[in-house]
């Protein structure tokens, strides 16, 4: 039973335009959530982090909105760069799951930035 | 050297074979953590190490087995795996609070296993 839900792989976005990219969860446990970036061959990258005490989280050209009651969490880029064409995982975890972090992530979704 | 380094980038071991997986990091961190990456599915938490000991084993079949010497390296000892076992190995560390306060993980860069 997959916890944390990318229901698109992948999503293909013009330059300069927003690229949304969603996440669904189920574990209502979950009260912290993370984006990383992974570039093939490459390790996931950080991108941004949101608790579940905000339902909103801006970094630049990059924002995460978290709907608790719906289990449900997106980031947007805006605008789109080419540069941001990678594969991105949503994650989440809950605190007192134990002493470390336990991270739960999605299968992903690809983007392609388009010129 | 920065971050959280994997050596080696890419291994081709035969069902027989004995092998080692290292993992560093160098940001100070006091958790460490292995992960599996297979084709279309999501990554996976296979051993979490927290202050050096063991505080989760995600049901990993025993044919992988951990070792984390200290706070800063991690490895990971293969033999006789299976070809299904191929597949993307990823190491993280982050900062463990007490109080099991989420902190971000870093990965390192994965050690591509081929097993034939």
């Known amino acids: 039973d997959q916890q944390v839900k990318q229901n698109s792989p992948s999503l293909s976005v013009q330059e300069g335009r927003i690229s949304i990219l969603n996440c669904d969860y189920t574990?209502?446990?979950?009260?912290?959530f993370l984006w990383y970036k992974k570039y093939p061959a490459e390790g996931p990258t950080f991108l941004i982090s949101?608790?579940?005490?905000?339902d909103k989280n801006e970094d630049g050209r990059f924002t995460v909105f978290l709907n608790k009651s719906a289990k449900h969490l997106s980031l947007h880029i805006v605008p789109s760069q080419p540069g941001d064409s990678a594969v991105y995982f949503c994650a989440a975890s809950a605190v007192g799951t134990g002493t470390a972090s336990k991270l739960t992530f999605g299968t992903g979704t690809r983007l392609q930035v388009t010129l | 050297e920065t971050g959280v380094t994997q050596t080696p980038r890419h291994l081709v071991m035969g069902m027989t074979n004995k092998k080692s997986l290292k993992c560093e990091q160098h940001l100070g961190h006091n958790a460490m953590y292995w992960y599996k990456q297979s084709a279309k599915k999501p990554l996976e938490l296979m051993f979490v190490y927290s202050l050096e000991e063991r505080v989760e084993n995600n049901s990993v079949p025993s044919r992988f087995s951990p070792e984390c010497p200290n706070s800063s390296h991690l490895f990971l000892h293969l033999h006789t795996l299976q070809p299904e076992d191929s597949a993307l190995y990823l190491c993280?560390?982050?900062?463990?609070?007490?109080?099991?306060?989420?902190?971000?993980?870093?990965f390192g860069p994965g050690t591509r296993l081929t097993v034939l």
């Open positions: 949101i608790s579940s005490i905000k």
């Open positions: 574990n209502s446990m979950f009260d912290y």
């Open positions: 993280a560390s982050s900062q463990d609070w007490d109080r099991g306060i989420t902190d971000t993980q870093y």
